[in-house]
Every structure is written in structure tokens, then in C-alpha cells.
């Protein structure tokens, strides 16, 4: 695990990076690290950093605590901290000063720090050099902070750890909150690392979140205008049986939110999950959200998605649900996914569904362009109408039985209510569908409705045929990519992708971004 580093730069592992920017509260730098080279972007286990060289004290004023401190007799100075975030936070609230330094440790707390209105404003940030841990472990906590209507509170550098079961909710929790900054913090071990109920334009970045049971991230009830950026996660698995996890979720999630540069890896289930499932207000609708310029790495790894864990599965590395079947103007573009494809259950013989990006339950008015889709059993899954789908690759992989695509009809709701929308006007054109496998190929499969396909290009490296029934105008020919086998699906000299137009996906682009300020 890596420790929090705030170089003015970045810091990175062998994930796949980008160079875009963006502003974090300000924290004096320690010296730098070594930086390991990355690997290959299908590889990407990480490597440790070494140690941040401790810095000096920060010239900003600011409390301290420390696992030394006292809070009886301490004055919250460098020399005299602190002992509880508690006692810092009621010394901010009767002071000019909004700013806790906290010192490296475990802190075992009893209780959840509950932040209101009253700490607007406020940081609790790591002291240059330093990891404290809040372990939420041994009193059984489901929260170690809470901001109730807490604004522009900045929680940075922190570690957190051991928090129990509490269907949403978190170990730092966002209830009605605005303008708030979760950046650069490590989570261990906990049922959900962060989550957001109505609560809007926060950022969540830099942060690593691993071994969570539910959910990494989870964004709720109307949240809004929030950017999920530069997170990485791993591990997060089912919570016992007959649910699905996923390392972010929106449920009824709100309007306008970024989900940008994360890196995420071994999930049992969804990385990343967008379900609009019977809102009680429009403004519960995911619509104008953005899913972009993420890695997912061995995604879908468990025999359970939203269905019982061990037995059907169907389930999608990218999953969107939408039981108002409204059109929700939602882009999903330039992520890479290899997604991992489970067997039959030789138990009950169950179907097993593991799709690369599944617009599932009537979710319309999507756009899907620039992505890369490798591994599973199908490249995507439409159940939705007015959905595009454009300058994709979809390796279909080594088996005869998978598809690049599946347009099926669904006449029911969950509730079995009849189907809110008639799925129509969906379009894949432009795509690359590129194969290994040693036996024919199928395409497309299309039950119940008519999907507009055209135009796209169709490659065996074998030299075996794909069946491109359905498709209007199909083109064969190899795409040249540069390593495909190794995630590199860049396009080569003489490549055949030009005959359709396709445009040259950068991947360089594609994962973590440089950050002033993270945890990995």
C-alpha cells in the first residue's frame, strides 16, 4: 500500500496514466520519490512507492492532533496537539483557524466526527509526511466522518479503515453536502469506502479504495455535478449473496456527474454501475452524466452480478439500468475494459452474461463511442432505444459462442409493469469487431428488435470467417493494431480501419491523471 504523497506532481504505479489537471487544497510538499515504469496497460499490478522524506511543518495556521496529544491540557500547536479530530473540530469552530493537521498513527474511534454547517469550510488533511489512520474496527463503526450539510470541508491524506455493514452509507459519508473535497485518502477494508446522498459539486480524487464489500463509491437520491477523477480501486467483492457490488455506483444518482480517469481492477461484479430503478422525482434521473477515460481491469470476476452470487449471472463491467426508459443523454467514451468471462454454473446451468458496457433495462439516449472492449461474452448489450454506438473496438476474443453486440427486446419492467419505451433507433456503425478464435463467429445477435447496423469492419486473425448478418454495408480487413494481445489497440500503417473511417483511439489518455494530490 502506498503511502500519501503530495509532490506538486505525479506519482504514479503501473497503471495507465493521463496529464490532465486539476486544483486540490494546498499542502507543502515533501521530497519526491522514485517512480516506477509503467507496464503494459492489461498488466497493471502496482508497486510500491517508497517513503516520502518527512517535510517541515506548514507555515499555514492550523491545529494539530497527534496519538500523543491530550486534549485536556493540549493547545492544539505543533508542540501541544491534540488528541481526538473531535476536539480539533470544536476548537475550529471558536477560531479563525479551519485548518487540523493530523499526525501519523492509528486513531481507534468510538465514535463517527459528525461534520455540519458549523465546520464549513474546514480541512482535516495528513501532516507532510505522515499516514494517520482512523480504524473504525474495534468499536464496530459504520462511519468514521459524516458531513451533514457540511460545505466545502476538505478531507486529505487520511486513511480509513475497518468501517462495518451499512447498506448506503460509508466510511465517510456526504448527506446534503456541497463543494467538498475527498482527495488523496487511502480506504481499507470497508463496507463502502465513500458515499453521497443528495448532496453536490464535490470532487472525489486521488483517493485508493481497496477490499470494500459493497460499493468503493457510491452516489445517490439526486447527487449532482460531482467528478469521480483519479480513484484507484480494487478488490471490491459481493456482500454475502443475492446483491452486486460495484466500485462505483450511482443508484437514482442525479444529473451532470463525471465519472473520469479512474483505475479499476478485480471486482467481482460491476466497476462501473448507473441505475435510474423507479425514482420517486425526476430529479432522481441519471441524465448528462459522463463516463470517460477509465481503466477497468478483471472486471466481473465472481459468478454473481445483480443476481444471486454462484448462480445466473448478468452482469456488465459497464452496467446502466433505467426503469423510466426516458432519454438520458449520457456519453460513454474512451475507457478501456478487459472483462473477464466466468463459465456456465455446472451446478444449475445457468447462463453467465459478462458485457463490456450493457445498457441494460430500457436505458436510452446513450453514446458510446471511442471505447475498447476486450474479454467477456459480449462487447455490449442493448436493451434500450435511441442508443449509438461509433468507433469502438470489440475484441471478441477466442470463442465461437461470443458476440460483439446483442440487441434484445424486453417486454416487462421489473415490477412487470409493460415496457416504458419501444427499443428502437439504436445504431452501431463504424465499429471495429476483431477476433482470435478458431471457428466462425457471431457478430450480432438481434431478438425482437431492429437495430440500424452499418458500416463496420470485421478481422479474424486466423483467418476464420464472422458472420456480419445484420450489418448493412460490412467491410473486412485487418485493423494493424500495434499489440492487442498486450492492451495496445493502436492502429498500424496500412491499417483497414481507414475504409470505414474510423478514427486512432490515444490511449495514452486512458486511466489515472496527474494529480497535485493522491494517495497511489
Not at 480541512?123 to 489512520?133: C, E, K, L, R
Not at 460513454?332 to 472483462?339: E, H, P
Not at 473477464?340 to 444449475?348: K, V
Request: zero cysteines; proline letters at 5%.
Amino acid at each position: 500500500m502506498a503511502g500519501y504523497v503530495n509532490l506538486g506532481g505525479f506519482v504514479s504505479f503501473d497503471w495507465p496514466t493521463s496529464t490532465s489537471s486539476a486544483t486540490f487544497a494546498s499542502t507543502p510538499s515533501p521530497t519526491p520519490v522514485a517512480t516506477p515504469t509503467p507496464a503494459p496497460v492489461a498488466t497493471p499490478t502496482p508497486t510500491p512507492t517508497a517513503a516520502a522524506t518527512p517535510a517541515p511543518l506548514p507555515a499555514v495556521p492550523a491545529f494539530y492532533v497527534s496519538v500523543n496529544g491530550n486534549d485536556s491540557s493540549g493547545n492544539g500547536t505543533a508542540a501541544d496537539p491534540f488528541a481526538t479530530l473531535a476536539r480539533a473540530q470544536e476548537a475550529m469552530e471558536d477560531s479563525s483557524i479551519h485548518t487540523t493537521y493530523v499526525e501519523g498513527g492509528t486513531y481507534n474511534l468510538t465514535s463517527a466526527l459528525n461534520l455540519t454547517s458549523a465546520d464549513d469550510g474546514m480541512a482535516f488533511i495528513a501532516a507532510p509526511g505522515q499516514t494517520p489512520v482512523l480504524n473504525g474496527g474495534a468499536a464496530g463503526l459504520t462511519n468514521l466522518i459524516t458531513l451533514n450539510g457540511a460545505d466545502n470541508v476538505t478531507l486529505q491524506g487520511l486513511t480509513f479503515d475497518n468501517t462495518g455493514s451499512g447498506y448506503a452509507d460509508g466510511a465517510v459519508a456526504l448527506n446534503n453536502s456541497a463543494g467538498d473535497q475527498i482527495i488523496a485518502n487511502d480506504f481499507n477494508n470497508n463496507d463502502t469506502g465513500i458515499y453521497l446522498y443528495q448532496s453536490n459539486n464535490n470532487l472525489v480524487s486521488g483517493n485508493e479504495i481497496d477490499n470494500t464489500v459493497f460499493w468503493g463509491i457510491d452516489v445517490t437520491n439526486g447527487s449532482s455535478n460531482n467528478t469521480i477523477d483519479s480513484n484507484k480501486i480494487s478488490g471490491t467483492t459481493l456482500q454475502g449473496t443475492g446483491g452486486g457490488s460495484a466500485a462505483i455506483m450511482f443508484v437514482n444518482g442525479g444529473s451532470n456527474n463525471a465519472v473520469t480517469h479512474n483505475a479499476i481492477s478485480d471486482t467481482a461484479g460491476t466497476a462501473i454501475g448507473m441505475v435510474t430503478w423507479f425514482p420517486t422525482s425526476s430529479s432522481d434521473y441519471d441524465t448528462g452524466d459522463t463516463i470517460a477515460y477509465n481503466s477497468i481491469i478483471n472486471a466481473d470476476s465472481a459468478t454473481g452480478g445483480f443476481t444471486t452470487e454462484g448462480s445466473s449471472e448478468d452482469d456488465g463491467a459497464i452496467q446502466i439500468g433505467n426503469t423510466v426508459g426516458n432519454n438520458q443523454n449520457i456519453n460513454i467514451n474512451n475507457n478501456y475494459i478487459d472483462i473477464l468471462t466466468d463459465p456456465a454454473n455446472p451446478t444449475n446451468g445457468s447462463f453467465m452474461l459478462d458485457v463490456g458496457i450493457y445498457l441494460d433495462d430500457f436505458a436510452s439516449g446513450f453514446t458510446v463511442t471511442n471505447n475498447i472492449v476486450q474479454g467477456g461474452n459480449l462487447g455490449f448489450l442493448i436493451h434500450g432505444a435511441n442508443d449509438t454506438l461509433t468507433n469502438n473496438v470489440f475484441d471478441i476474443g477466442t470463442s465461437a459462442g461470443s458476440n460483439a453486440g446483442f440487441f434484445q427486446y424486453e417486454n416487462t419492467n421489473f415490477d412487470g409493469s409493460p415496457a416504458p419505451v419501444g427499443q428502437t433507433n439504436d445504431t452501431a456503425s463504424g465499429n471495429i469487431i476483431y477476433s482470435t478464435a478458431n471457428g466462425t463467429e457471431n457478430a450480432w445477435a438481434i431478438a425482437g428488435v431492429t437495430a440500424n447496423i452499418s458500416g463496420n469492419l470485421y478481422y479474424n486473425t486466423n483467418g476464420q470467417p464472422i458472420n456480419t448478418s445484420g450489418d448493412s454495408n460490412p467491410s473486412t480487413g485487418n485493423p494493424q493494431f500495434a499489440n492487442p494481445s498486450g492492451g495496445d489497440f493502436s492502429l498500424g500503417s496500412g491499417s483497414a480501419a481507414s475504409s470505414i473511417g474510423f478514427q486512432n483511439i490515444d490511449q495514452s489518455n486512458i486511466g489515472l491523471a496527474a494529480k497535485t494530490a493522491t494517495f497511489w
